[in-house]
């Protein structure tokens, strides 16, 4: 008699029940999967087995897709289970330490999280509190470079478990635009009372000294260590980073707070803790030799300066700077007291814009902009200075607007902000000298003491800033020598720039950090949509908002543009917007009435900056079938070498009107693609357009006969001067190429008479291998309406072949029948022998997918006949192989055999890797058929090998299903079901109807 179960055996029987339904599982389905029988599975959920088998744990681990920590925890619970935390207090508040080793009070009582994975995703949302983290921060934070497949469900499982450890209040993880953020306050995380408790005190300062000096040192005292100091992984990420930074900050604050009251000793504890963590700064150092010296420990303050001196030259090989050597005199002539006069009152400017309503996103972006704010630890004298870029109409200014008033009240002295107008098409940009006077002038300098000389003006406003915590925005810069004189040259201050271009020479002279805004994600700008227009009118009409989004091609002016016309218009259905912006010209549909916004003025901005080269390439982009394109297309489009297109190219790229993916691999933004065909002119499209397409054709032929060398290549002329062809070096080469470029190949196939024939052979190829049938028949419909049109009989008939091929994969049975007869109908009239010989070929397939094995027979040896007569050795192969596949079909399966081996000894002598492929395929089928398993097996194995070289899906799930049933015959399930999931993968991957005769085959297993 079974009693009831014990904590082991309802902790398993928990944590299994709860990642099935994770997994979104039923308990049939994942007992199929996992290959274990229904009852079995509700045994171990109901806790009525007493001793799991761990053969039975692992397969079920793998089937829930659990990996490293959770499925570890698996395991474990299937044995004595430690302790249980103890129960939270009802109703306290979510506490959450990350300054030191990460701390959970999810209702009062502290507790651990067992999952690591949990802590790090625990802490990585804290430490960008208040702002969406992305999925892929997330996922990277969670497993850095070796994330699973499953990354993104297995996401949301550890999220949904965090949400359930802590109870429902105010501190909670919410889904956020593309990712989740953390909504604590103050009194929940300890790194926002720390910053709120530091702000306080820097407000008491001026008036009240004591009060600020008390509260910085509580504020100090949150501090348990080294941020996260328990997680490895994030230790080192730039917000940690920046986060004890921040207490640097305020530890030195907190000195100089104390020497100003004379009260060095409540700071020394600190010093002399951080100067350890930090022996080469500096500034800490200093300061802590002013302690030391200030409490009697004079000779003690002077090692530290022995000690840091040899460090710094030890290790960087350079001496103490002007702070460290200056406090040093200070301690050998005991000047360790000093109380400073009551600071004058200076004007406090505020100059940045209104921050945007409703802002959505950004925040990765946000996130890097964050740590900026604190110092670098080994240079603390330098000026933070970020370079915001991205293309016309990406957000940057609503971006850096919305930061700068985000972090406003870190900058007690004020903010500053300029539009430089740097690509203002009326006016000149603003000069320096102009800017500077404006600042200058709102920092309360007299008129009177502005000097006349430049140097002088920019002397004077660096004066003005010296000791002062501003933010500096420069907005819309051209270049990068409009904003080196308006840079502070004293810490403190933190400096933001936009700007069309990346302004790398001062990324490289003054080591600003570059910062790309590339395009808002779909979820993004569903959601500046939603904020713009109310929640109950887009969800009301999501279909119509998805289009909106995709033909303002995730552009935020575009985006708000939109949102605007129908804001205007609250009676306007969404749908009629979207409508508009399909049916009618966009540009025309997202102007406006505001140069500012709209869209076609703002591109024209950028695109008069251009030189004429430049300007000349933007334009032909227009041509160009597809926004993404290589160097070498970009060079036959202008007829200039590759070398002397990469100029030219790096100038577009620094305008953001192009963007570089990869390695000479570039992308034009869509609208801006639309632009550029506005701009192209009648007389140079036609010979660019002609280049063009002359490259992609002689470029995917030469890929092409890497894929299939054994097949004869139709003729073609050879390229005109000024085309540049890609040559791929291998056969994975030539995947790759035909894996960026096929969509511009169909794109060209669908519009280009002439050529539409050869563009459509060229990818067949690569199209079969991909199981992308769908686009191989748009393609070859698009090649028989050209070669209908030209008359050309031989081109309408391989299109035809084509499409026959292609419907019989898709078990279009009647489609297929009717093309192959038109194909063979003009084949016959064309004299071709061999196109008649390969129409056979699949007539003989097609009729054994209709189960008529014997008229399969029939037409696999007129394929075979023919063949031999007109000596085409190719087509043989396959031909001799389709006699054996039939003939095995029909029960004659040493026939099959005999065949198969004929047609491997011909494909092998061709180095037809696609022929041998499909004859060991089918050999392997005769020998299972025999019930020779071995031999079967090993076909099989040589077939997967051959199809997977090849990037052949579709074959290569067909091999791996007879090998499953080889092995299922073979009394080897687990083995079987193995080929089965992996077929399954594939097949559904690819959208093929097969995947379903696959599913129930794995059901079958356990039945």
């Known amino acids: 008699m079974t009693g009831a179960p014990d904590a082991r055996e309802a902790a398993f029987a928990t944590r299994l029940r709860a990642h099935r339904r994770a997994a979104g599982l039923t308990q049939r389905e994942l007992a199929a999967i996992a290959g274990i029988s229904l009852a079995t599975l509700r045994d171990l959920e109901q806790a009525r087995s007493r001793h799991p088998q761990p053969r039975s744990v692992r397969a079920l681990q793998d089937a829930l897709g659990l990996a490293g920590t959770d499925a570890a925890a698996l395991r474990r619970a299937a044995t004595p289970d430690p302790v249980a935390p103890a129960a939270a207090e009802d109703g306290a508040p979510a506490t959450i330490g990350i300054l030191g080793p990460l701390v959970v009070h999810p209702g009062g009582a502290a507790a651990s999280l067992s999952s690591v994975r949990q802590r790090v995703l625990l802490g990585r949302l804290a430490l960008s509190a208040g702002t969406a983290v992305n999925d892929a921060d997330l996922i990277e934070a969670l497993w850095g470079d070796a994330a699973p497949d499953s990354a993104r469900a297995l996401l949301q499982t550890y999220v949904s478990r965090l949400r359930r450890r802590f109870p429902a209040g105010p501190a909670i993880v919410t889904s956020a635009a593309g990712g989740y953020r953390l909504d604590a306050a103050a009194g929940?995380?300890?790194?926002?009372?720390?910053?709120?408790?530091?702000?306080?005190?820097?407000?008491?300062?001026?008036?009240?000294?004591?009060?600020?000096?008390?509260?910085?040192?509580?504020?100090?005292?949150?501090?348990?260590?080294?941020?996260?100091?328990?997680?490895?992984?994030?230790?080192?990420?730039?917000?940690?980073?920046?986060?004890?930074?921040?207490?640097?900050?305020?530890?030195?604050?907190?000195?100089?707070?104390?020497?100003?009251?004379?009260?060095?000793?409540?700071?020394?504890?600190?010093?002399?803790?951080?100067?350890?963590?930090?022996?080469?700064?500096?500034?800490?150092?200093?300061?802590?030799?002013?302690?030391?010296?200030?409490?009697?420990?004079?000779?003690?303050?002077?090692?530290?300066?022995?000690?840091?001196?040899?460090?710094?030259?030890?290790?960087?090989?350079?001496?103490?700077?002007?702070?460290?050597?200056?406090?040093?005199?200070?301690?050998?002539?005991?000047?360790?007291?000093?109380?400073?006069?009551?600071?004058?009152?200076?004007?406090?400017?505020?100059?940045?814009?209104?921050?945007?309503?409703?802002?959505?996103?950004?925040?990765?972006?946000?996130?890097?902009?964050?740590?900026?704010?604190?110092?670098?630890?080994?240079?603390?004298?330098?000026?933070?200075?970020?370079?915001?870029?991205?293309?016309?109409?990406?957000?940057?200014t609503t971006l850096a607007v919305h930061w700068a008033h985000r972090v406003a009240a870190r900058f007690p002295d004020g903010q500053l902000y300029a539009d430089l107008r740097g690509f203002d098409p009326v006016g000149a940009p603003v000069a320096p000298a102009e800017a500077i006077r404006g600042f200058v002038a709102a920092l309360?300098?007299?008129?009177?003491?502005?000097?006349?000389?430049?140097?002088?003006?920019?002397?004077?406003?660096?004066?003005?800033?010296?000791?002062?915590?501003?933010?500096?925005?420069?907005?819309?810069?051209?270049?990068?020598?409009?904003?080196?004189?308006?840079?502070?040259?004293?810490?403190?201050?933190?400096?933001?720039?936009?700007?069309?271009?990346?302004?790398?020479?001062?990324?490289?002279?003054?080591?600003?950090?570059?910062?790309?805004?590339?395009?808002?994600?779909?979820?993004?700008?569903?959601?500046?949509?939603?904020?713009?227009?109310?929640?109950?009118?887009?969800?009301?009409?999501?279909?119509?908002?998805?289009?909106?989004?995709?033909?303002?091609?995730?552009?935020?002016?575009?985006?708000?543009?939109?949102?605007?016309?129908?804001?205007?218009?609250?009676?306007?259905?969404?749908?009629?917007?979207?409508?508009?912006?399909?049916?009618?010209?966009?540009?025309?549909?997202?102007?406006?009435?505001?140069?500012?916004?709209?869209?076609?003025?703002v591109f024209r901005w950028s695109y008069q900056a251009l030189s004429s080269p430049a300007a000349r390439l933007f334009r032909l982009l227009g041509v160009q079938p597809t926004p993404e394109f290589s160097t070498a297309a970009a060079a036959s489009l202008t007829g200039q070498p590759v070398t002397r297109i990469r100029p030219v190219l790096a100038e577009l790229t620094r305008a953001h009107l192009v963007s570089e993916a990869t390695h000479g691999r570039y992308a034009v933004h869509d609208l801006l693609h639309e632009y550029a065909g506005r701009l192209i002119e009648a007389d140079e499209s036609g010979a660019a357009t002609a280049r063009l397409v002359a490259h992609y054709l002689h470029s995917a032929r030469a890929a092409d006969r890497l894929l299939d060398p054994a097949r004869a290549p139709l003729p073609v002329d050879a390229p005109d001067a000024g085309v540049t062809v890609e040559a791929p070096a291998d056969h994975d080469q030539a995947m790759r190429w035909f894996e960026r470029e096929h969509r511009n190949l169909l794109a060209l196939a669908a519009g280009h008479g002439p050529y539409t024939g050869l563009l459509a052979e060229a990818v067949a190829t690569y199209l079969y291998r991909r199981g992308a049938w769908h686009d191989q028949v748009t393609v070859q419909r698009s090649a028989v309406r050209a070669a209908a049109r030209a008359g050309d009989v031989p081109a309408q008939a391989r299109a035809r072949l084509h499409l026959a091929r292609t419907h019989l994969r898709l078990r279009h049975d009647d489609q297929a029948e009717t093309h192959l007869r038109e194909a063979l109908e003009l084949y016959r009239e064309d004299g071709d022998a061999s196109g008649q010989a390969q129409t056979h070929h699949y007539f003989g397939a097609l009729r054994e997918q209709q189960g008529r094995h014997r008229e399969a027979v029939g037409h696999g040896e007129q394929a075979v006949a023919l063949c031999r007569a007109n000596g085409l050795l190719f087509g043989l192969g396959h031909a001799l192989n389709a006699v054996g596949w039939h003939h095995s079909r029909l029960g004659d399966h040493h026939q099959a055999l005999a065949h198969c081996r004929e047609a491997i000894r011909v494909t092998r002598s061709l180095g037809d890797r696609a022929g041998q492929a499909n004859a060991w395929d089918t050999l392997g089928y005769a020998h299972h058929q025999l019930g020779d398993h071995e031999p079967a097996g090993s076909g099989f194995r040589r077939a997967i090998g051959l199809y997977r070289e090849l990037g052949d899906r579709y074959y290569e799930s067909v091999a791996r299903i007879h090998l499953a049933e080889s092995h299922q015959a073979a009394g080897r399930p687990g083995a079987a079901r193995e080929e089965y999931r992996t077929a399954l993968v594939a097949l559904d991957d690819l959208g093929h109807p097969d995947a379903g005769r696959v599913r129930a085959a794995l059901l079958g297993l356990d039945r």
């Not at 060095?264 to 080469?280: D, E, M, T, V």
């Not at 090989?317 to 360790?336: E, F, K, M, N, S």
């Not at 915001?388 to 990406?394: Q, Y």
Request: aromatic residues 2%.
């Open 188 to 396: 929940q995380l300890d790194a926002l009372r720390f910053r709120e408790l530091i702000e306080q005190a820097r407000d008491a300062a001026p008036a009240e000294p004591a009060v600020a000096l008390r509260v910085a040192g509580q504020a100090l005292a949150l501090w348990r260590g080294d941020p996260l100091a328990d997680l490895p992984g994030l230790t080192g990420h730039p917000l940690a980073v920046a986060l004890a930074d921040e207490r640097i900050a305020g530890a030195l604050w907190h000195a100089d707070l104390a020497a100003g009251r004379g009260r060095h000793i409540l700071s020394l504890p600190g010093l002399r803790a951080l100067a350890h963590r930090h022996p080469l700064h500096e500034e800490l150092h200093a300061r802590l030799m002013l302690a030391l010296a200030a409490t009697g420990q004079q000779a003690a303050a002077l090692a530290v300066f022995d000690g840091v001196r040899d460090r710094l030259a030890d290790e960087l090989g350079i001496d103490p700077g002007a702070v460290l050597t200056d406090y040093r005199q200070r301690v050998l002539r005991q000047q360790w007291t000093s109380v400073a006069a009551p600071p004058a009152v200076a004007a406090r400017p505020a100059l940045l814009p209104p921050d945007v309503r409703g802002f959505v996103g950004r925040g990765r972006e946000l996130d890097r902009l964050d740590a900026l704010l604190a110092p670098a630890r080994r240079h603390p004298a330098a000026v933070p200075i970020a370079v915001l870029s991205g293309t016309a109409g990406a957000g940057k």
């Open 444 to 601: 309360g300098v007299p008129a009177a003491r502005w000097p006349g000389e430049p140097a002088a003006q920019i002397g004077l406003y660096r004066t003005s800033l010296a000791g002062k915590r501003m933010l500096v925005l420069l907005d819309n810069a051209r270049d990068a020598d409009q904003v080196r004189p308006l840079l502070p040259g004293a810490p403190g201050c933190v400096v933001l720039i936009t700007s069309r271009h990346g302004l790398t020479g001062l990324v490289a002279a003054e080591a600003a950090h570059p910062l790309a805004l590339d395009l808002l994600s779909a979820e993004e700008a569903g959601e500046l949509l939603t904020q713009r227009l109310g929640a109950g009118r887009t969800a009301a009409e999501p279909r119509a908002v998805a289009t909106i989004v995709a033909r303002c091609a995730r552009l935020p002016l575009a985006l708000a543009v939109a949102a605007a016309r129908a804001a205007t218009r609250p009676g306007l259905p969404l749908a009629a917007l979207a409508d508009e912006l399909c049916t009618a010209d966009r540009l025309d549909a997202l102007s406006t009435d505001d140069a500012g916004t709209d869209v076609r003025t």
